[in-house]
């Protein structure tokens, strides 16, 4: 946006839950920041461009602190120009994307070479986070004074846990001189062995190798101790158990560090959904059982959930067309995301502004990014929602090269209207927008 | 006409009950033709059934062969040491290459669960499941539902308990579904680390020991001990679970008179069960391997008169 | 049933099968190594029925065996609904025998066919003799019984049906339109 350029966000249902507003209201953007919000923001307004946001919601941009956009390495499944153009279709206006690239994430180079190519897609914030060991390989820390130099916000091993107590201690000591938060990926894998599947009754039923809740469980009670013992800031990546939740909660109880998210697909579907062997179900950690998604909900309704974030993992035909028990794990959720929250919300899991509140302004605290909220001064990261349309799920449709979702054929209601970024519309009704805005 | 209309058999799992009997019904017919002087009937003459097994196993190809021929069938096996899939070709790309030869049937057994089901999505011809991982081996339970009932005239109001590794057993899965669905009770048992959670979900009431759940039982099936799969994780050697788990005469003792034996073989003597017990008159365990043909046989026909009226949309939508 | 006519009633049915009954004695001069083979369903019935009255006239046991001719069916491929198929129980020999295969009704002669064909796999029989009930004509296959109960000249479309006593009810046998069945 050049300078003095003025747009008008007209008549929405501004739902900010940062600043404490849910009111019909104006929203002035100048200059790529938010001038004014409010009944008389218009004034004063000429050569500016008008969007009629009646009837919509007025959100601050969606932040997901969880993405993998596959780039550089695995260009065939995502690319970051793709990843971009499904996060700005799916309202989101910043990602993080983890550090499981070829080659990882680990140094200056690959962190530059991602943030390039944010800045040539030219549509959404993109917020690398390195690696928290070298290679991912879990022995040795990677520079996270490199990493943060070149732009990384957090550090994780995500794909990955970090199995070596040690190591993971040592990391989370030197992550405090830089304030970021280190990002665990707790999955013990002596425990979850060669398991592809929730240890439970749907998987006995199915003869299919169980991953217990104990494997994710065992290492949240280690990142909650080594929190404790180190001060610095832990931030547990999707959550699955109900055993997880009852640690979290503990540790926030004790007012410990330590933040954490959930995702769309594991607060939605339960372990039944495997039935079939659909491996557009198979996703790590797996899908649990009912008393862990509500145990979840909950969890997200009362804050200990502090944000949700999609754990967008596009995969290629070849990866997933196989059997259940060798199919890649993931599943693409930028799209879905965001329908899928206001679902929640719709069935009473949980309030409106806490689940916006989930998506915007506790993943920016998180990661310590501006955005989240708008308030005047703010960058004018805005989505536009229109909360009554309902649509079906094609991922033929989607913006992500990925097309494994298991919400193919889902009825949702809730769509993106629009995406603007720093006050430039890139997304709206259905297409991905280049250029400027324009002044009438 | 038949009660069969499924253009696969995948798993006992969605069967229904008169589908099931269907099944046992005709094997029963079956059964006699192996009795013959000329072991075999022209009706599946010109049918190309391809036996295709990733995982070793020579008795149930061999019973599936048998059981083709003797249906005029023309059998073909492929074992995935022998073919591309050892130099890494997928399995779908197996499959629809195969399919690309026209068989009318693929008898398919695969280390991991959910395989024949990936096939039957994806073929038009119809397509048996001889065993998916831990998941199921309806055929086997079909030929153990045909023993039971062939000796004791029914399986409705039995008590059948089986016993060992249920965790990794698709036998047991099958087994449960199966006998449930007739009718029968169900007791399962082992030691604990082979005792997955939900059994109850499936209709089997958990009774751990073997001593326990001996008194009760007309009928027992007793899991083959897998020793290359569980190395020392599950349990700490052969020799102790013989000792403490193991049916030799001791234990035998304890239950009635008349229980039956069974075992889907193959047995590791002295391992899971003793030889004399194997050996002995409470033994269905040969009844099983004869019956195993007349089951197949009745299957593969079944199949091949029900390939017209099913979709695969009905199938699939069983499985799940 | 939208019957036509009447063939044959209760006592016609029994008149008819003591006669073939008296004719297969006639035939073979005497029962000496002659089996009867029922096809299903109904020939089976029928052919317990004939050695009762070999029996009575001759004195003489006749074995019986009952045949499912379904895995030998010609038709098979063409069939909308597979049949049930049911248990061939030949528990004698038919070595060197006489067999007489024993139908309800003959018509193309295809199930006679495959009778044939699934006999042989049994054993090498001295003789076939054939034995029916109602022959109705329109033979597709060159096939002839050697023993008929009654002769019924029929119209291609139209259908005979015979019901026993054993699967019925009653003993009757008449012709009925073929498009009113369905």
Redesign the interface.
């Known amino acids: 946006m050049s300078a003095g350029q003025r747009l008008l966000i007209r008549g929405g249902r501004v739902i900010d839950p940062a600043s404490g507003r849910d009111v019909v209201a104006d929203l002035l953007v100048v200059d790529g920041v938010v001038a004014a919000v409010g009944q008389d923001a218009a004034a004063g307004g000429t050569g500016c461009e008008v969007i009629d946001a009646a009837g919509l919601w007025v959100l601050p941009g969606l932040i997901d602190l969880h993405v993998h956009l596959r780039e550089p390495g695995y260009e065939y499944k995502e690319t970051v120009l793709t990843g971009a153009r499904a996060a700005a279709a799916g309202g989101f206006t910043a990602v993080a994307c983890m550090p499981n690239t070829d080659p990882p994430n680990d140094g200056a180079a690959v962190t530059r070479a991602i943030l390039r190519k944010a800045e040539e897609a030219a549509l959404v914030r993109v917020y690398p986070i390195g690696c928290i060991t070298a290679g991912q390989q879990g022995q040795r820390m990677a520079e996270f004074g490199d990493l943060v130099a070149a732009g990384c916000r957090a550090v994780s091993d995500d794909g990955r846990p970090v199995m070596h107590a040690g190591v993971m201690r040592r990391a989370l000591e030197y992550s405090r001189h830089f304030d970021i938060p280190v990002i665990s990926h707790c999955e013990d894998l002596h425990l979850a062995g060669d398991g592809v599947a929730h240890e439970g009754a749907v998987a006995t039923r199915l003869g299919l190798k169980p991953i217990p809740a104990a494997a994710e469980e065992v290492m949240v009670a280690r990142e909650v101790v080594l929190a404790r013992q180190t001060g610095a800031r832990v931030h547990i990546a999707h959550v699955s158990t109900r055993g997880s939740v009852s640690l979290l909660a503990a540790a926030k109880a004790e007012g410990l560090a330590v933040t954490a998210e959930a995702t769309p697909h594991h607060l939605t579907l339960t372990d039944e959904a495997i039935a079939g062997f659909d491996t557009a179900t198979k996703v790590n950690p797996p899908l649990r059982s009912e008393q862990d998604r509500e145990a979840l909900c909950r969890a997200l309704a009362e804050g200990i959930i502090d944000a949700i974030a999609t754990d967008h993992a596009p995969h290629g035909l070849a990866d997933k067309d196989l059997e259940f028990d060798v199919a890649a794990n993931g599943l693409v959720g930028l799209e879905t995301a965001l329908p899928l929250v206001l679902r929640l919300v719709t069935e009473g899991s949980c309030s409106l502004h806490r689940a916006i509140d989930a998506l915007t302004w506790r993943p920016a605290r998180i990661l310590g990014v501006p955005g989240g909220r708008l308030a005047p001064g703010d960058p004018a990261d805005v989505t536009l929602v229109d909360p009554k349309e309902a649509w079906t799920v094609d991922p033929e449709k989607f913006f992500s090269k990925g097309r494994n979702s298991p919400f193919r054929g889902w009825r949702l209601t809730g769509r993106v209207r629009a995406t603007i970024v720093g006050g430039r519309i890139v997304f709206r009704d259905g297409v991905i927008v280049g250029g400027e805005s324009r002044c009438a | 006409?038949?009660a069969?209309a499924r253009k696969d058999l995948l798993g006992i799992?969605e069967l229904e009950p008169e589908e099931i009997l269907?099944i046992l019904?005709?094997a029963?017919?079956m059964k006699?033709?192996s009795t013959?002087?000329?072991k075999?009937?022209?009706?599946l003459r010109g049918k190309t059934v391809v036996n295709l097994f990733f995982e070793a196993s020579t008795r149930t190809r061999v019973s599936f062969e048998i059981a083709e021929k003797r249906?005029s069938a023309d059998s073909v096996n492929v074992s995935a040491s022998g073919s591309s899939v050892s130099k890494g070709e997928?399995?779908?790309d197996t499959a629809r290459n195969l399919e690309a030869m026209r068989p009318d049937i693929i008898v398919v057994r695969?280390?991991?669960?959910?395989?024949p089901?990936?096939l039957a999505r994806r073929l038009a011809c119809s397509v048996v499941n001889a065993g998916?991982?831990?998941?199921?081996h309806p055929t086997q339970a079909l030929l153990d539902a045909f023993t039971i009932r062939e000796r004791l005239g029914r399986i409705e109001g039995l008590t059948v308990g089986i016993f060992g590794d249920i965790?990794h057993s698709?036998v047991a899965?099958s087994d449960i579904h199966a006998l449930r669905k007739l009718g029968a009770r169900v007791l399962v048992g082992g030691p604990p680390t082979m005792i997955?959670?939900?059994?109850e979900?499936?209709g089997a009431r958990l009774v751990p020991r073997l001593e326990e759940m001996l008194p009760e039982l007309d009928v027992l099936v007793v899991l083959r001990i897998q020793l290359e799969r569980q190395g020392g994780t599950l349990f700490p050697s052969a020799r102790e679970y013989a000792t403490l788990f193991g049916l030799g005469r001791e234990r035998l003792r304890l239950a009635r008179p008349e229980l039956l034996i069974m075992h889907p073989g193959p047995i590791n003597r002295g391992l899971e069960i003793a030889p004399e017990v194997a050996d002995g008159s409470s033994s269905l365990i040969l009844d099983q391997v004869t019956n195993g043909v007349a089951v197949r046989m009745a299957v593969l026909?079944?199949l091949?008169?029900?390939h017209?009226?099913a979709t695969v949309a009905d199938t699939?939508r069983g499985?799940? | 049933m939208n019957a036509k006519a009447e063939i044959l009633d209760e006592t016609g049915v029994r008149r008819s099968l003591v006669r073939v009954a008296h004719e297969i004695i006639e035939k073979n001069q005497g029962l000496t190594d002659v089996v009867l083979v029922g096809l299903r369903s109904r020939g089976d019935h029928l052919a317990r029925r004939l050695a009762a009255f070999l029996f009575e006239i001759e004195g003489t046991a006749v074995p019986v065996g009952v045949m499912d001719v379904t895995l030998y069916r010609d038709d098979l491929a063409h069939a909308s609904l597979w049949p049930r198929v049911q248990r061939t129980e030949i528990p004698f020999s038919v070595e060197g025998r006489t067999v007489v295969l024993v139908d309800d009704v003959l018509f193309t002669g295809r199930s006679v066919r495959a009778a044939l064909d699934s006999l042989m796999d049994f054993g090498r029989p001295r003789s076939i003799q054939l034995a029916v009930l109602v022959d109705r004509g329109h033979r597709e296959l060159p096939i002839r019984a050697d023993f008929v109960g009654k002769n019924v000249p029929t119209a291609r479309r139209e259908l005979v049906r015979v019901l026993l006593r054993e699967t019925d009810g009653v003993d009757r046998v008449a012709i009925a339109d073929g498009e009113a069945e369905r």
Do not use: C, F, Q
């Open positions: 006409m038949t069969w799992e269907e019904n005709t029963g017919t006699e033709i013959r002087e000329i075999k009937v022209p009706v249906l997928t399995l779908l695969h280390g991991s669960p959910g395989t089901h990936l998916d991982g831990a998941h199921e965790a698709r899965r997955p959670p939900g059994l979900m499936l026909y079944l091949s008169g029900a017209r009226g699939v499985a799940a």
